[in-house]
């Protein structure tokens, strides 16, 4: 499978496929009539690592990585991660408000010219999230730190496995640094 060459994509789905030693994440296409794509890009996930790294890959041998993050440093309830390119070039980063996160999970995206912030669309599921372990549908939005425009969205489809569509209507916004907020943002929910 070839590398993609593209920086921005203003939609692409996110599915989670649980395996017995790591998570791993489809990043797909979103086709004209609104179903799944091809698949460009594979990310995994080791379960019980100290520190938290996720790669991405161009194919399902997992020969050609792409792009990652990992996280600055192990056990921080309000850990950094550093988003990097496949030749270690650091895209941005995004970080989990630890605070904020009590009553909504809310996270921050830095990147070159660009400051967001995102949290739980509704504050009810967010509550409900925390007392029941049941799937519910969740959403995030992001949006500019300096305008108020909207600069990415994760909407999570109601299924037992996770499922995300995610939109991206800022065209500052790197497609690496969107899959990457997109799979974290699930990674660490499951905590």
Known sequence: MPAPTFQ??????????????VNRYEIREVNPDGSEGRMFALAQQKRLAMREQVTFFADEGKTQPLFGFRARQALDLAASYDITAADGTVLGSFQKDFGASLLRSSFHLHA??????????????????????????????????????????????????????VTVPDQRVDFRLAASVAVGMDALMQR
């Open 8 to 21: 921005y994509l203003p939609q692409f789905y996110v599915t989670q496929r649980i395996t017995m030693m």
């Open 112 to 165: 070159p010219g660009l400051e967001a912030y995102g949290q739980e669309r509704n504050q009810a599921v967010a509550l409900i999230r925390r007392f029941v372990d049941i799937p519910v549908a969740f959403h995030f939005d992001f949006t500019d730190r300096a305008t108020g425009a909207p600069v990415l969205t994760s909407e999570r489809q109601f299924s037992l496995r996770d499922r995300y569509t």
